[in-house]
């Protein structure tokens, strides 16, 4: 794959850029669902139109490439399903390999919940569909049911689902991308045919290839381009389904954070662009920004708007046209085919989710309840995408049974969003924000001053750029001052991007430097500092604090300290939290509760002191 950008006629470039700005924004998985639907939609329409006989006549005409007599030879159908999904299943590839790497999968702790639900989501829908297709050709569709769509699941979930729902989105594209992952594993295992081992080693060597370019540090896109279509067409003559190169070669492509020499090289060779603009400086300016950024973001960031919004609608298209008339239909409707995928995907998605959580529910993180897992464990029975590729895979000399999976999958998606808006529209909404801590106070976890079990606990969500919180540090202290060994004062972050743009990098910064047991020096420093925040500075700081450069550099690229940030992040939007500073207050045995109002130390010192007697009364009687 290349991360050369694909140029066409300035008109269409135009529009795929308008898409890529779309799809940074967000509402891009609201977006992708509905070029999704609208390319199903037309599927439909058109295979059920007076010119019906031409979707099949088009779908079915051969396109052949040869070279010296040998070469391929598949209907455009086959070339969207086998060629360009290959891409579709390399940009999940190269997710799943992020996640691994630096993302929600590569804490397994955190990563257990959702695990354990995809695969009992996996397993579940093919029991049911198992129980009602034993035997018979029918039987070697169960995968069908196993796969949620990505993207579906996504737009959904922002239409249908509940406000403030960070962590079920969070949780649900953690639980899809391992859905994914046993789904690809289940295509490669079940639906091979016939292996001819010459092509499978010409595939294995080039997957060698690309792996050896990784371990030489390659970081261009054209020299793994080059290797991946040779892989690509040796695995497509081997018998293993090739859309299967995509997901491999993904898996090996390195993932990392930006090192700090690169991005200093990045920087450099910008500043002599602004001073002598000239095309030989464009050119060393644009590839050491590429070369600051890992192959895999950049890849990932280059082929997701085609994927999103041209080859899966493509495929769509090439796919769901089904013939809805009366003979089909009835057939559909009397088919255990059609019942078990509808059984399978809507009934198997649902308890298999749900059952599993429910089972873990003790370690479902602050904010994700059972009720929002509940509707998004019916929103993942939209099977679609992998649903009707795997049709194709399963029974495609079959036809008859083809249409009446397909029907399956299209009423099954219909049923599981229904199913899911209902799940969200009964459960219980809270009519305002909660003013608990919604993240009880861990010693294990959080950034403690003072006595780790004192009585009294101040919890303060701030910005290291904040100039309210910079001023609010000494009031903190006059409070700590005050209350001695009989408070605890908790930091956690909320950086407001919005407004203070180094303010993330300050907290991730923070995290390393806690790797080092210096989180409290990074912290009084970089509020003595927050004018002066911006990356340099940083690494200036640490210096000044006497960290070690190579454990600081390691700690940022690892992604702990990026996850550890996000997840006080996610905690303080869940909450609904009004800004920086904002302060929880508590006392031994019962939930901090936010303080309203103004926050200077003697307001603090005063409502700590009024709980602290209420606690004493109730206690003495």
Known sequence: MTDTTLRGPGRFHGVLERIAEARRGDSSETLAAVFLLVATLLALIWANSPWAWTYDVFWHGHIAISIAGAGIDLDLQHWVNDGLMALFFFVIGLEVKRELAIGELRDRSQAMVPLAAAIAGLALPAVLFLLLNPSGPAASAWGVVISTDTAFLLGALAVVGPGRAERLRIFLLTLAVADDVGALAIIALVYTDELHWIPLLVAIVGLVAVWQLRRLQVWRGGGYLVVSLVTWVALHESGVHATLAGVLIALLLPVYPPKRSEVERAAELTRRFRQSPNPEYARTARLGLDRAVSVNERLMRLYQPYTAFIIVPLFALANAGVALDGPTLAAAATSPLTWGVVLGLVVGKFLGISGATALLRRKLPPGLTMPQVAGGAALSGIG??????????????????????????????????VLGATVFKAAPQPEGPSLDLLRPVDPARDHIRGPVDAPLTLVEYADFECPFCGKATGGIRQVREHFGDRLRYVFRHFPLEEYH??????????EAAGEQGRFWEAHDHFFAHADALDRDSLYAHADALGLDPQRLEDDLRDGDPTNRVADDEIDARTSELPGTPTFFLGVAGRTPRRLEGPHDAATLIAE????EAAARGSSQT
């Open 384 to 417: 679609f995408t992998i649903s009707l590729f795997i049709v194709d895979l399963a029974l495609a000399d079959q036809p008859e049974l083809a249409d009446q999976a397909r029907i399956g999958v299209l009423a099954a998606s219909a049923l599981a969003l």
């Open 501 to 510: 743009p180094d303010a993330r990098q300050a907290a991730e910064f923070a």
């Open 608 to 611: 700590l002191e009024a709980m």
